[in-house]
């Protein structure tokens, strides 16, 4: 069997990379967040600013990173099989 795809420790390093980079932006939308919270706010915007972060904002955030967690969770996979492929 033939199998296509990149050298399987290449593909373990990226994925790992990959989970570094969703870690990092998680802590940074984490701390958008947290200073959001922290700061006193003032004025007719902050309803809507605070709609737009939870609502929108947050969601999206979280929703790239679990992207990216689950892409890194099938290169891992890919490099197994691709060595499990050729032990046979």
Same mark, same amino acid.
């Given at each position: 069997? =033939? ?10 390093? !990226?994925?790992?990379? &990959? %989970?570094?980079?969703? @870690? #990092?932006?998680? @802590?940074?939308? %984490? ?11 003032? *004025? ?6 605070? /709609?737009?972060?939870? *609502? +929108?904002?947050?969601?999206? &955030?979280? *929703? +790239?990173? !679990? #992207?990216? !967690?689950? !892409? #890194? ?5 890919? =490099?197994?099989?691709? /060595?499990? =492929?050729?032990?046979?």
């Amino acid at each position: 069997m =033939a199998y296509e795809g990149m050298d399987p420790e290449e593909q373990r390093s !990226n994925a790992g990379k &990959m %989970q570094n980079t969703t @870690a #990092a932006a998680h @802590a940074a939308v %984490q701390g958008v967040a947290a200073h959001f919270a922290d700061t006193d706010k003032f *004025g007719p915007w902050v309803q809507q600013f605070a /709609e737009d972060m939870y *609502g +929108i904002f947050m969601p999206q &955030m979280h *929703g +790239i990173v !679990n #992207a990216m !967690n689950d !892409n #890194a969770a099938v290169l891992l996979r890919r =490099a197994q099989m691709q /060595e499990d =492929a050729s032990r046979s």
